[in-house]
């Protein structure tokens, strides 16, 4: 199975096991994390109004780090969302390009290092994943998978949470089999409706497909979502 392909399958994994308390962007904000191995991760989108919206902080040094942003108007995630690339900066180590962000971070925070990655699932900047790490190492996975894994995380994310179960796009047939798919998720990963229908959208958009076809790949039974035991 090509390895991107994998990452998906390990989140899809991670949000099954997630407790069903946790909104669904908490779920897969917190399985983003330990598929890439951080020590904490945020979501923050940025509205028409150029606001930051911080939709899940996994905990309180993570949100402490997207507090900063907001207040300060600086850091790796504002200049990830300006600019549309991934930015990774020590802490400790590197000559700090924002002064009063790594000072009150380094001051207020355990985070050594800070990996801010824009969520593009249409070419456009969507908002930031934020990943923090308490040592002095690598994301578990390459930067280039990371950055893969948070543009498929905002194909993932609902825009609208009200719509996230209502129908799809397209004829009616169509939408029968993108309903089946979705029940056929639910039942493999035990899951709810909305979580399965995010896993599907975030499939789709990583295999550059439209979404009936990968509902018609998991009806058939070409594409098949299980929790491998062997999964951290």
Do not use: K
Not at 153 to 166: F, K, R, T, V
């Amino acid at each position: 199975m090509d390895h991107r392909a994998m990452l998906l399958f390990r989140l899809a994994a991670e949000v099954a096991r997630a407790p069903e308390s946790a909104t669904l962007t908490e779920r897969l904000c917190e399985g983003t994390r330990r598929v890439l191995g951080a020590d904490g991760a945020s979501i923050a989108l940025d509205d028409s109004s150029n606001n930051r919206i911080v939709l899940a902080a996994t905990d309180a040094t993570a949100a402490t780090l997207e507090s900063l942003h907001e207040v300060l108007g600086e850091g790796p995630a504002t200049e990830a969302l300006r600019t549309g690339l991934p930015v990774v900066v020590d802490l400790v180590a590197d000559e700090p390009a924002w002064p009063m962000f790594t000072e009150a971070a380094s001051r207020q925070t355990s985070a050594r290092s800070v990996v801010a990655l824009p969520m593009r699932p249409n070419g456009g900047v969507l908002g930031v994943l934020m990943l923090y790490l308490a040592e002095s190492r690598l994301l578990a996975e390459p930067l280039e998978d990371a950055a893969f894994l948070a543009d498929a995380l905002a194909a993932a994310i609902p825009h609208d949470p009200a719509a996230a179960e209502g129908d799809e796009p397209g004829s009616w047939s169509n939408r029968a089999e993108v309903h089946r798919a979705t029940g056929i998720v639910v039942a493999q990963l035990g899951i709810r409706v909305g979580d399965a229908l995010a896993i599907l959208r975030a499939h789709a958009f990583a295999l550059d497909q439209d979404l009936s076809e990968v509902a018609h790949a998991v009806v058939t039974g070409g594409l098949v979502f299980r929790v491998g035991e062997g999964d951290q």
